[in-house]
């Protein structure tokens, strides 16, 4: 059972669901977390409890946007003792459905490696080679 919430976690919750899932950096601290967390335009979470019965941050997703024309789906986490109980789809449907209600029609995103298939079974599809996305790589 996961409570879903429109507010951003704390910090350091974030940091530590971002680590449990080994996509966190020694280089970054709370401070860094708080600053993304601040920077993004809409955000869901999702609390499980621990053993102790508190709520734990289990999941979370967030959206980068203008409000308007383009949205970008910038994390989507669930925490490794979380997966495979449905958790992600519901935390893409809720982005999605906070899309649809601004009227965003452009929802792009970048798929962790080995995701695909999830993201495409929620409508996405790929972009075409002669237009995929691009990542900066200073040096290259």
């Not at 959206?63 to 024309?69: A, K, M, T, Y």
């Not at 979380?82 to 519901?90: E, H, K, V």
């Given at each position: 059972?996961?409570?879903?919430?429109?507010?951003?976690?704390?910090?350091?919750?974030?940091?530590?669901?971002?680590?449990?899932?080994?996509?966190?950096?020694?280089?970054?601290?709370?401070?860094?977390?708080?600053?993304?967390?601040?920077?993004?335009?809409?955000?869901?979470?999702?609390?499980?409890?621990?053993?102790?019965?508190?709520?734990?941050?289990?999941?979370?997703?967030?959206?980068?946007?203008?409000?308007?024309?383009?949205?970008?789906?910038?994390?989507?986490?669930?925490?490794?003792?979380?997966?495979?109980?449905?958790?992600?789809?519901?935390?893409?449907?809720?982005?999605?459905?906070?899309?649809?209600?601004?009227?965003?029609?452009?929802?792009?995103l970048f798929s962790a490696r080995g995701k695909r298939g999830f993201y495409e079974r929620h409508g996405f599809v790929a972009r075409p080679d002669e237009g995929p996305g691009m990542q900066y790589l200073p040096g290259?």
């Open positions: 059972m996961f409570t879903l919430s429109d507010q951003p976690p704390s910090a350091a919750d974030f940091k530590a669901l971002y680590d449990s899932t080994g996509w966190g950096s020694p280089h970054r601290n709370p401070d860094d977390y708080a600053r993304a967390l601040a920077g993004s335009w809409r955000v869901v979470a999702a609390y499980g409890s621990d053993a102790a019965g508190k709520p734990r941050l289990v999941g979370f997703a967030r959206l980068i946007s203008d409000g308007v024309l383009h949205a970008y789906v910038n994390e989507m986490i669930v925490h490794p003792e979380a997966q495979g109980q449905g958790l992600g789809s519901r935390l893409l449907k809720e982005l999605l459905a906070i899309c649809q209600l601004a009227g965003i029609t452009d929802i792009q290259a």
